[in-house]
């Protein structure tokens, strides 16, 4: 089988990435990655699978690895990375002695959710800058006070981002906000957004590790 132009560029693109963001290449005994240029053209034309970056949107990138292992053969294996890979947040609004969370319809799952508003790392800003301009985009407010509780891995089956949390503690009334697929918002207290978790009615995992972090230092 012959390797074609975009099989050749997903794997060129693959190895400068590696090259770029070391990070998110780092070797590990338990599955070593396969960084050898030859060893990943060989791959993909015996298997027939497109290696490397095989998808590119404004968000994501698709990405196809090759990995070892223990016993020497290869594999493909696939994960998700964040077009911009630090920055990424998950806010948790804070007004008048309640939780805020948006009813925002979720296109992967094709229905509504309940959440903390949330959004992807952006360029030449830090995560606290893109807490608040998330805030004011999807609330129309701004914080008085920011607490930040560290970061989270949403889905480390799928996904290479961590997400930074933040408390953010409003000087008025959320807006209504309907962009983005978002309908809405509701306000909870802390013993209600409890309830709300146990009783099924909030399944986002950004949410759900938000409320796991502030519970600790409750």
């Known amino acids: 089988m012959e390797i074609k132009g975009t099989e050749m560029d997903s794997i060129e693109k693959y190895l400068e990435l590696s090259r770029t963001c070391p990070e998110l290449f780092a070797q590990s005994e338990e599955l070593p990655l396969v960084l050898d240029p030859k060893e990943l053209y060989a791959f993909a034309q015996k298997s027939g699978r497109r290696i490397g970056i095989v998808y590119e949107s404004h968000y994501h990138l698709m990405v196809v690895d090759v990995v070892r292992a223990k016993n020497g053969s290869l594999f493909a294996y696939e994960r998700l990375m964040n077009r911009v890979m630090r920055g990424a947040v998950v806010i948790v609004p804070y007004y008048n002695g309640k939780y805020i969370l948006l009813r925002q319809y979720r296109h992967a799952l094709r229905e509504?959710?309940?959440?903390?508003?949330?959004?992807?790392?952006?360029?030449?800003?830090?995560?606290?800058?893109?807490?608040?301009?998330?805030?004011?985009?999807?609330?129309?407010?701004?914080?008085?006070?920011?607490?930040?509780?560290?970061?989270?891995?949403?889905?480390?089956?799928?996904?290479?981002?961590?997400?930074?949390?933040?408390?953010?503690?409003?000087?008025?009334?959320?807006?209504?906000?309907q962009e983005e697929e978002i309908v809405g918002h509701i306000a909870?207290?802390?013993?209600?957004?409890?309830?709300?978790i146990r009783d099924g009615k909030i399944t986002d995992s950004f949410t759900l590790a938000a409320y796991a972090k502030m519970s600790l230092q409750k």
């Open 112 to 177: 509504y959710q309940y959440g903390f508003p949330r959004g992807f790392g952006e360029e030449g800003i830090s995560a606290k800058e893109n807490a608040g301009k998330e805030l004011w985009e999807e609330l129309g407010v701004q914080a008085e006070k920011w607490k930040g509780f560290g970061k989270i891995v949403p889905d480390s089956g799928a996904m290479s981002s961590k997400a930074d949390v933040f408390l953010a503690e409003l000087n008025e009334a959320p807006q209504v906000i």
């Open 188 to 196: 909870l207290d802390w013993e209600q957004l409890g309830e709300w």
